[in-house]
């Protein structure tokens, strides 16, 4: 799925998001859509699906500037890898991606794994979602 989020004169960033929780999905792209930074986001529901999209985007020259993961993608029973493991598929032929972790197991040892697999930082689903799209802004405003 794809939602143009803004238009203004800078350039848009693209944001693929992966959670296998559809409502998740949707708050963070209305919470997306309220940055002042122009924000494209794709979603997808399952890590081989975020994996496809992301190798899909990239090679239609939209590269995610950020992904967006959750770890447990296996919990619907729709999907068969999880957030780590999608991590380091995507970190195999893109090395340059960025991925944010995006999970509510912070305390399980979760933080490490994604590290690990290549993510670049990990935030806990319990911040508030001004807190969130804050850290998202930062990062996005960072390569203007």
């Known amino acids: 799925m794809q939602r143009g989020l803004k238009t203004m004169s800078k350039k848009t960033k693209v944001v693929l998001v992966v959670d296998d929780e559809d409502t998740m999905r949707e708050i963070i792209q209305l919470n997306l859509s309220r940055s002042p930074i122009p924000i494209t986001v794709h979603t997808a529901s399952t890590g081989e699906e975020g994996v496809a999209l992301y190798r899909m985007l990239r090679e239609k020259g939209e590269k995610p500037d950020l992904v967006i993961m959750d770890i447990n993608l296996t919990q619907w029973g729709t ?9 380091r598929q995507i970190m195999a032929f893109d090395p340059d991606a960025v991925i944010y972790g995006y999970t509510a197991w912070f305390t399980h ?8 697999a290549g993510a670049k930082q990990v935030i806990e689903r319990t911040v508030r979602p001004s807190e969130f799209r804050k850290i998202v802004e930062e990062y996005l405003s960072s390569g203007e």
């Open 109 to 116: 040892g979760v933080e490490k794994q994604l590290i690990d």
């Open 79 to 87: 999907g068969s890898i999880d957030g780590v493991e999608a991590t």
